[in-house]
C-alpha cells in the first residue's frame, strides 16, 4: 500500500478527508467553488426549477413568468398541437413504455415510424434510433472505430463524441478547432492502411460557430478517411431542407454518418445515425449502447416521427429563426457586449463574460429580469471561457428579441459589463 493513504480502523468506518481513501475527495476544489459561489449569495445557476412551461419560450421560475433564451428547442416544435397530440394517441395505444431492447422486446411500430420518418427527412437509406443523442455518438464511433483504428476529431468536440472514442480505444487525434491545416497535417501522420474517422460538427455549441465543412471533408476524403458529423445544433434550422450545415455547404453526399438528436429542433428526447453504408444495418447487432439499453418510449417516438415530419416543411420558421439570429446579433454588439462570432452563424449567440463570478452576477441579474439564458464554464467551453449562452427559437418574435435587448442592457450595466 502506498505512504501516506489512511485505512480506516475497522471495516466498515468510512474514511475521511485528503488521501483517506473517500473517492470523493478529488471534486473538492468545484464543491469549493461552488460554495464560494452559493455563499456570494448569488442563486445556484446550475439549480433552477421550471415551475411550469407556458410555451416554447416562456415558463414560471422562481414564480415569475419568464423568457426562455437558454433551451435547445430552436423549432419550437414542444407545444406543436400535432406533435402534443402524436405522443398522447401513443401514450393510449401502446403504454408508457416498452421496458426493453431493440432487439427484444423493444421495437414497436413506431420505432420503425420514426426511422422511416429520419430517412425521409434526410434522404438516405439507413437510420437508426438510440435512445439519446449522447448514446448515439457514444455506440456509433465506439462501435466502427477500435483498437488500431484512428480518429481525428476537432479539439472542441462535444463530450458524448470524446466518450464515443475513450470507449472504442481508438487513437485519438485531435487538432485545433476548425483548423484545416492542423487536421491535414494530423492525417498525414496516421500510418499507411490504418482506418480513419475524421469526426465534425455542424455547429459547435458553445461559441455557435459553424465547421467549415466543405474544406474538411475534402481533406478527409483526399486521405482516404470515413467522416462522421454530428449536426444536433443544426437539424431542422439550418439548410435548405433543415438537413443541416452539410446540406448547406452541399457535402452530404460526402458524408458517411450523420449523428443528431431529439432533444434540440425535434423537441423531445433520442438520438440517431442516418447514413448511405451499404452494411449499415449491421450496427444494430453489434453496437452495445444500442442493444443493452431500453428502446424510447413509444409517445416519445410517435412525437419525434411527427415533429421530424413537420420539419421538412418548416421553411417560414426557419427564416423567421434566422431573422431573429440578427435581430439579437447585432443588438447586443451595439450594446457593447462581446460575443462568440463576429456574425451570427447558428441560433446559438455565445455573449463572453469577463469571469465565472460576474458571468454568474450578469446570470443572475437576467433572471431578475425575466430572462433565462445558459451560463456555461469550464470545462465544457473551450480556452477557459465564461459564456452566457443564449439559443434563440422560431417562436420568439420580433417584439420579444426587443425585450431581450433590453433586459440584457439593464443587466450589463447593473452588474458593471457594458
Ligand atoms: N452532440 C452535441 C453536439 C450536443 O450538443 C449534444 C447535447 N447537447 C449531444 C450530442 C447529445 O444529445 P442528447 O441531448 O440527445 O443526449
Redesign the pocket.
Known sequence: MSEGIETPDKPGTPPVGHNSGDLFSKFDGIIKQRQDLLDSGLEDPFGLVMEKVLSPVTAVCNGRETILLGT?NYMGMTFDPDVVEAGKQALDDFGSGTTGSRVLNGTYAGHRDVEAALREFYGTKHAMVFS??????LGIISTIAGKGDYIVLDIDS?A??WDGCAMGNAEVVPFKHNDLEAMEKRLKRIPEGAGKLVVL?GV??MLGDIAPLKEMIAIAKRHGAMVLV?E??SMGFIGPNGRGVAEDQGVMDDVDFI?G????SVGT???FCVSNHPKFEVMRLVCRPYVFTASLPPSVVATAATSIRKLIHAGNKREHLWENSKRLHAGLKELGFDLGTDTPQSAIIAVLMPDLERGAAMWEALLKEGLYVNLARPPATPANMTLLRCSLCAEHSEEQVGQILQMFENAGKAVGII
Open positions: 435547445y439519446t443523442g449522447y448514446q448515439a455518438n462535444h458524448s463524441i460538427e459547435y455549441s454530428d444536433a445544433h449523428i438528436t431529439f432533444s434540440k428526447v433520442g438520438g
